[in-house]
């Protein structure tokens, strides 16, 4: 296949959310906890937490077509029940979903790849995005949010500082470990180089 069919592949047929408003409750079996990965990259925070709680019904959200057909094909493979994949600007995505107050966690694993000051307007991690979160998690509900990037980190926290919905889960924002027991891809390798990682977890109030 050549490069633009295989772009073409990747556009049409990774999968999109539902148009309109739509339930994350209907999206899957079941009725084990709701959970978002946003921005998954190549995936492997979703297989290793649907390893670990087959019970939860995890939504990835992935902005990238060909990281999104790849990934949903990998679950179809693994005949995974209880994940689904979205293609799409998760902030958008996100918008129409319902019920508020359906979801329990949510991870945004290394967020953000401009981390120059001149792309901040693009910061996935930002208040239309935190104003839905808010609106989706239930009370006791998680957010984790981890980067490499420090200046990001400290920006993270500063936002969540700022949003009334959310308490931090220790005085400085961070934690040390990550607390949903699955690792992203370039958090893996960050372990793998030594590199230091910054991990944040709010708790909706
Ligand atoms: C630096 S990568 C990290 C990938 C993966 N989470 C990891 O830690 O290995 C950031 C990912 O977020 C995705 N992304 C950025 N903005 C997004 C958005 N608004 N909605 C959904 N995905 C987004 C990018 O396409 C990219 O795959």
């Given at each position: 296949m050549s490069d633009s069919d295989l772009r073409r592949l990747y556009r049409e047929q990774a999968p999109r959310a539902p148009e309109g408003r739509f339930s994350l409750d209907e999206l899957m079996a079941g009725e084990g906890p709701i959970e978002l990965d946003i921005g998954f990259g190549r995936g492997l925070s979703l297989f290793e937490r649907a390893a670990v709680a087959p019970e939860s019904r995890i939504i990835g959200i992935e902005v990238k077509t060909k990281l999104a057909y790849k990934v949903a094909d990998r679950v179809k493979k693994h005949g995974l029940q209880n994940v689904t994949i979205f293609c799409g600007d998760a902030r958008e995505i996100l918008k129409r979903?319902?019920?508020?107050?359906?979801?329990e966690r949510v991870s945004v694993h290394f967020p953000d790849p401009w981390w120059k000051k001149r792309h901040g307007k693009r910061r996935v991690i930002a208040e239309a995005l935190l104003a839905e979160l808010a609106r989706l998690l239930g009370p006791g509900g998680q957010l984790f949010i981890q980067t490499d990037v420090e200046d990001r980190a400290e920006q993270y926290v500063a936002e969540l500082r700022e949003q009334p919905a959310f308490e931090l889960a220790s005085e400085s924002g961070y934690v040390e470990e990550n607390p949903f027991e699955a690792r992203s891809n370039r958090e893996r390798r960050a372990i793998e180089d030594g590199l230091p990682v910054w991990r944040i977890v709010a708790t909706r109030r």
């Open positions: 979903a319902e019920p508020s107050g359906s979801v």
